[in-house]
């Protein structure tokens, strides 16, 4: 697999470090070696992870210099898929430059794949409809994060035309399970890959963690593998 995956959502507080993590996770886990773009610069956990385990690079997507380094990286790196973890203003890059990923994706030979991440607000889907808009070229799956309530829950979105749109062009709607939040916090706050904190936390965090990890491979393996 070598596609170019970008978790998206346009807004801080979605989760869209989180569902990036369990991307890396369960794409290393079927035996790939992905890079990871960190675009979140302000921020930048999940590099700060995953910085001495694999090919990590920050790249600010928020201006042109940034989406021509971030396409030499893809076209320099052939030894799996991108991940890629977008900053919560990221949505204004993608309006002002996404048209130049777009115009190099025939020679990188990679597909582009978004898995946009939403809470339960309407602000999730006004700014999934403007991605939509701006990047034509990208398969684009929604992630209902559980940590805001089970997938019944999300009403704005499970009956909108926004949703019909990506499930006619092919797209899936998933739900992300929640991680207990003392599980999650040791993940950040020791910078633990997913790897290192089933080997070294306490036994029930771990019991916790596994979990999680088996129900995110099964969903996201599911969107990205099938």
Same mark, same amino acid.
């Given at each position: 697999?070598?596609?170019?995956?970008?978790?998206?959502?346009?807004?801080?507080?979605?989760?869209?470090?989180?569902?990036?993590?369990?991307?890396?996770?369960?794409?290393?886990?079927?035996? @790939?070696?992905?890079?990871?773009? @960190?675009?979140?610069?302000?921020?930048?956990?999940?590099?700060?992870?995953?910085?001495?385990?694999?090919?990590?690079? !920050?790249?600010?997507?928020?201006?042109?210099?940034?989406?021509?380094?971030?396409?030499?990286?893809?076209?320099?790196?052939? +030894? #799996? !898929?991108?991940?890629?973890?977008?900053?919560? *203003?990221?949505?204004?890059?993608?309006?002002?430059?996404?048209?130049?990923?777009?115009? $190099?994706? +025939?020679? %990188?030979?990679?597909?582009?794949?978004? /898995?946009?991440?939403?809470?339960?607000?309407?602000?999730?889907?006004? /700014? /999934?409809?403007?991605?939509?808009?701006?990047?034509?070229?990208?398969?684009?799956?929604?992630?209902?994060?559980?940590?805001? #309530?089970? !997938?019944?829950?999300?009403? /704005?979105?499970?009956?909108?035309?926004?949703?019909?749109?990506?499930?006619?062009?092919?797209?899936?709607?998933?739900?992300?399970?929640?991680?207990?939040?003392?599980?999650?916090?040791? %993940?950040?706050?020791? *910078?633990?890959?997913?790897?290192?904190?089933?080997?070294?936390? !306490?036994?029930?965090?771990? $019991?916790?963690?596994?979990?999680? *990890?088996?129900?995110?491979? $099964?969903? %996201?393996?599911?969107?990205?593998?099938?």
């Amino acid at each position: 697999m070598n596609d170019i995956i970008i978790i998206g959502g346009g807004k801080g507080g979605v989760g869209k470090s989180m569902v990036s993590i369990g991307v890396i996770d369960m794409v290393r886990a079927r035996g @790939e070696a992905p890079l990871l773009i @960190e675009s979140d610069t302000s921020n930048p956990d999940v590099w700060k992870m995953y910085e001495k385990e694999m090919r990590a690079e !920050p790249i600010d997507l928020d201006d042109a210099n940034g989406w021509i380094d971030f396409i030499n990286a893809c076209d320099g790196y052939r +030894d #799996g !898929p991108v991940i890629v973890n977008t900053a919560a *203003r990221n949505n204004r890059g993608v309006t002002d430059h996404a048209a130049t990923l777009q115009a $190099a994706l +025939d020679e %990188l030979a990679r597909r582009v794949v978004t /898995l946009w991440v939403i809470n339960r607000q309407r602000d999730s889907l006004e /700014l /999934l409809g403007e991605y939509m808009r701006d990047m034509p070229a990208s398969q684009i799956h929604v992630v209902r994060n559980n940590y805001y #309530g089970e !997938p019944h829950k999300f009403e /704005l979105y499970n009956g909108s035309k926004l949703r019909t749109q990506v499930e006619e062009k092919g797209g899936k709607s998933v739900d992300f399970p929640d991680l207990a939040d003392r599980v999650s916090d040791d %993940l950040y706050s020791k *910078r633990l890959s997913v790897d290192k904190a089933a080997k070294q936390l !306490p036994l029930g965090n771990r $019991a916790e963690l596994t979990r999680w *990890r088996q129900v995110v491979h $099964a969903t %996201l393996g599911g969107v990205l593998y099938d």
